[in-house]
């Protein structure tokens, strides 16, 4: 089995819909992120957690809402999206060691398109 | 404040031809960490290689290459005798011990034509 997974792949989603995505890591690790991929923009992480601890959120606006139940699921709870958050979001986990590098390995995507 | 930047937008080149991808990280960190990421059509990162700032020896791997200068802060990607499934946009990213953060480049897309 692959070792990040993520559901669904593609979603559309109106603007006042609620809706949630899912990333399950299956490498053992103790870090989970999200990112979001935007068309022409750099790669921006989100969320960050570290043993089901919240440990970043960049200024990421309230209509996400991350979730991480055990240190091997995460989800992002959608709701009342604007057209600009469509995206690619992209889940990743990592082991991190002492000094806190590490490797992030990522999940497939779900491709995301708020109408 | 830490950065990476890849110079190169987007590179184009027939199929056989060699490719340099470039990637300069600029931090105060002596202690830091390099990465290769590949991100096919399909839009999973896929990780490549990850190098340490006290390691200067380069690495190969079948037709993937990296060479680190430390004294530039510089970590290229060279693919040899490139194939249209190289196709793909690279990311290159950093982390140094004192941001806790992995920092990412904006990509360079490169497409192998037949």
């Known amino acids: 089995e692959t070792g990040v997974t993520q559901t669904p792949r593609h979603l559309v989603m109106g603007m006042t819909n609620k809706k949630s995505l899912k990333c399950e890591q299956h490498?053992?690790?103790?870090?989970m992120y999200w990112y979001k991929q935007s068309a022409k923009k750099p790669l921006e992480l989100m969320f960050v957690y570290n043993f089901k601890e919240q440990t970043e959120n960049n200024s990421v606006p309230s209509r996400f809402s991350p979730e991480c139940p055990n240190s091997s699921h995460l989800f992002l709870h959608l709701h009342t999206l604007q057209p600009e958050d469509s995206a690619l979001y992209l889940c990743?986990?990592?082991?991190?060691?002492?000094?806190?590098?590490?490797?992030?390995?990522f999940g497939p995507g779900t491709r995301l398109l708020v109408l | 404040a830490q950065k990476v930047t890849q110079a190169q937008t987007e590179i184009s080149v027939v199929e056989k031809e060699d490719v340099t991808l470039d990637c300069v990280y600029e931090?105060?960190?002596?202690?830091?960490?390099l990465f290769w990421y590949k991100q096919p059509p399909s839009g999973e990162l896929v990780f490549l290689i990850r190098r340490n700032s006290f390691d200067e020896q380069n690495e190969i791997s079948g037709r993937y290459s990296w060479n680190f200068q430390k004294s530039t802060s510089s970590f290229n990607f060279t693919i040899t005798a490139s194939q249209v499934v190289d196709s793909a946009v690279y990311f290159c990213a950093g982390f140094g011990v004192s941001n806790y953060q992995l920092i990412w480049g904006a990509g360079t897309k490169l497409i192998i034509k037949p």
């Open positions: 931090t105060r960190d002596t202690t830091y960490y």
């Open positions: 490498l053992g690790h103790n870090a």
């Open positions: 990743a986990s990592s082991q991190l060691d002492r000094v806190g590098q590490e490797t992030q390995y």
